[in-house]
């Protein structure tokens, strides 16, 4: 397996510039998910709701959001290393031992980064601090989010990755 210690820890700048290109498809993806609620709960469970009021999603509506938007991540980071957005920004999501994430670890990134963007940022910007430059989710989940030369197979993802081209970029 391919050494990460040759790329750099992605910014803030970077990763902000991903979640930002990411939360566009992830708005079209809510919009599709409102919209197969809202057609079940008038379609199976025929609750319309009066002329004027809102649509209520509940609380069984809102968790399943909350899995949609997860499993995107999940689903990108385990099967590919990176997000749309991540490899736009030549952007690749490893464990600390270069290969590719297991399925805890990015779920419990998932809910780290959470928590770390809900707090003002203070997890993201924890990585100005850090000896490695990790954010905070980063070192507790184990993982970390590399910056590479160009658009690769990220290490792990595939059985035959090829080599990543060393030659640092910021």
Request: charged share 15%; with cysteine.
């Amino acid at each position: 397996m391919t050494s990460t210690v040759n790329f750099p820890s992605a910014g803030v700048g970077r990763r902000l510039a991903a979640l930002i290109y990411d939360g566009l498809l992830l708005i079209a993806l809510s919009m599709a998910y409102g919209a197969a609620v809202l057609a079940f709960q008038v379609h199976v469970l025929e609750q319309v709701p009066a002329e004027g009021e809102r649509a209520q999603m509940g609380l069984a509506g809102f968790a399943g959001w909350m899995l949609i938007l997860m499993g995107f991540y999940c689903l990108f980071w385990r099967r590919f290393g990176q997000t749309l957005g991540m490899k736009a920004w030549k952007l690749v999501l490893t464990n600390t031992a270069g290969e590719r994430a297991s399925w805890g670890q990015c779920l419990a990134r998932c809910l780290l980064a959470s928590f770390s963007f809900i707090a003002f940022g203070l997890g993201y910007f924890w990585r100005w601090f850090d000896p490695q430059g990790l954010t905070l989710h980063d070192r507790l989940s184990h993982t970390r989010v590399l910056v590479v030369k160009k658009n690769i197979t990220p290490p792990g993802a595939a059985d035959k990755s090829p080599a990543p081209d060393t030659t640092q970029s910021e």
